[in-house]
């Protein structure tokens, strides 16, 4: 079956722009959350939708946005472009309700580099 | 605040060497430990430790949770380079909201 997709690949912006990244979960998962690596913070829990619902966000400023669509897929979107969010973001889907359940494995894409010059 | 640290954050070993990366965590009302490797960009799924002493293991790869004590090693025996990549360590925590990850530790397999 298709993994998780993610679009686009790579992406070049400049400060103050704003930019939209997608992610195709995996046919069936209807839970996918949103995750920033960078070589000084590591990867960090963005947010996480299920059923078109944002469930749980991690600690991150208003300009992270993000939804997701009755088909399951979902898009954030980083408004005012800074240095700082040049970043890989990642996404990840996964079939059950919890978010982070005992029982529940992520799936993740590729990703998505984000370079803010 | 919750966090995860693991070391060492780099190594470099030699064919058939094994390695053992270290995980250690300060995670309110822990649930579950996991660990990732990942090669270019995404990060795939290794293992996830819920119980202290239960040793869980995939071929060359091992891992066991010290709840006691809050750390998790992975083991790597007889490693290749294909083992190269970075090891990402994970806690979920009781009411599975949080997903707190660590820096990782790349490992580096020179034949």
């Known amino acids: 079956k298709a993994g998780v997709t993610q679009t686009p690949r790579y992406l070049i912006k400049t400060r103050g722009q704003q930019v939209t990244l997608s992610c195709s979960p995996i046919s069936g998962h209807r839970s996918v959350s949103w995750y920033q690596q960078t070589p000084g913070q590591g990867l960090q829990f963005l947010f996480e939708?299920?059923?078109?619902?944002?469930?749980n966000k991690g600690n991150f400023p208003g300009r992270f946005s993000g939804r997701q669509f009755s088909n399951s897929r979902s898009e954030m979107n980083v408004s005012t472009l800074e240095l700082g969010d040049s970043a890989l973001y990642l996404c990840?889907?996964?079939?059950?309700?919890?978010?982070?359940?005992?029982?529940?494995?992520?799936?993740f894409g590729a990703g998505s580099r984000l370079t803010v010059l | 605040e919750d966090k995860v640290v693991q070391s060492p954050l780099s190594l470099v070993v030699h064919e058939g060497d094994t390695v053992t990366l270290n995980c250690s965590y300060e995670?309110?009302?822990?649930?579950?430990l996991l660990w990732y490797k990942q090669e270019k960009k995404a990060p795939t799924f290794l293992f996830m430790l819920t119980s202290s002493g239960i040793e869980k293991k995939s071929g060359r790869l091992s891992s066991i949770l010290d709840k006691k004590e809050l750390f998790s090693i992975l083991n790597i025996t007889a490693t290749q380079t294909g083992d190269s990549a970075v090891y990402l360590c994970a806690v979920i925590n009781q009411a599975g909201t949080a997903l707190i990850f660590g820096k990782g530790t790349t490992l580096s397999v020179s034949s």
């Open positions: 939708y299920f059923s078109e619902t944002q469930r």
């Open positions: 995670v309110t009302n822990f649930r579950s």
């Open positions: 990840a889907s996964s079939l059950d309700s919890g978010l982070f359940s005992g029982a529940n494995v992520l799936t």
